[in-house]
T-cell receptor, first 112, second 113 residues
């Protein structure tokens, strides 16, 4: 059974810092990996999707990398801003016909 | 307009009542999902459907049922609500023919007293 772990569970940084959020998964045979953002009490917003054949994806100040062999993904946020404060969720799909398995998230607080 | 909508957005009900949560999507996706989110437990899959005639149980289907009325509509029912079904419920969609990326609705906050 696939298990997804996110470290740290919470992170507090001052504005302007570059930061890395970590995601690990136990079964390296994945189809894709998705990073989401969730604001308190709100829905999930898809940030980046990495297919199993890809090593990284970029969107603006966000960069996600994938190392399937080691079962790891990182989400890099450059020049953090208070508006980046949210919970970040990592989720993996093990095949095209399977569903997502989620980590419990990293709660990020960026202070002005 | 939002691509994935959920109704109601908030609901308070009593133990033993039957509740239906509805999800509609305009993305044209064939796959739809229902998740629940609890503090400390993350998101867990309740049911999913890959097509109108396809229904599959997820990790925590006990106490729930679903109906896929059309490609765009997927409803979740709690036949007899109990307090430990108090949670935030999300509907999601995806289209395998593109990338398998999942898109989520805004959620329904359900409280069972």
């Amino acid at each position: 059974k696939q298990e997804v772990t996110q470290i740290p569970a919470a992170l507090s940084v001052p504005e302007g810092e570059n930061l890395v959020l970590n995601c690990s998964f136990t079964d390296s045979a994945i189809y894709n990996l998705q990073w989401f953002r969730q604001d308190p009490g709100k829905g999930l917003t898809s940030l980046l999707l990495i297919q199993s054949s890809q090593r990284e994806q970029t969107s603006g100040r966000l960069n996600a990398s994938l190392d399937k062999s080691s079962g790891r993904s990182t989400l890099y946020i450059a020049a953090s801003q208070p508006g980046d404060s949210a919970t970040y969720l990592c989720a993996v799909s093990s095949s095209g016909y399977s569903t997502l398995t989620f980590g419990k998230g990293t709660m990020l607080l960026v202070s002005p | 307009d939002a691509d994935v909508t959920q109704t109601p957005r908030n609901r308070i009900t009593k133990t033993g009542k039957r509740i239906m949560l509805e999800c509609s999507q305009t993305k044209g996706h064939d796959r739809m999902y229902w998740y629940r989110q609890d503090p400390g437990l993350g998101l867990r899959l309740i049911y999913y459907s890959f097509d109108v005639k396809d229904i599959n149980k997820g990790e925590i289907s006990d106490g729930y049922s679903v109906s896929r009325q059309a490609q765009a509509k997927f409803s979740l029912s709690l036949e007899s609500a109990i307090p430990n079904q108090t949670a935030l419920y999300f509907c999601a969609t995806s289209d395998l023919s593109v990338s398998g990326e999942q898109f989520f609705g805004p959620g329904t906050r359900l409280t069972v007293l």
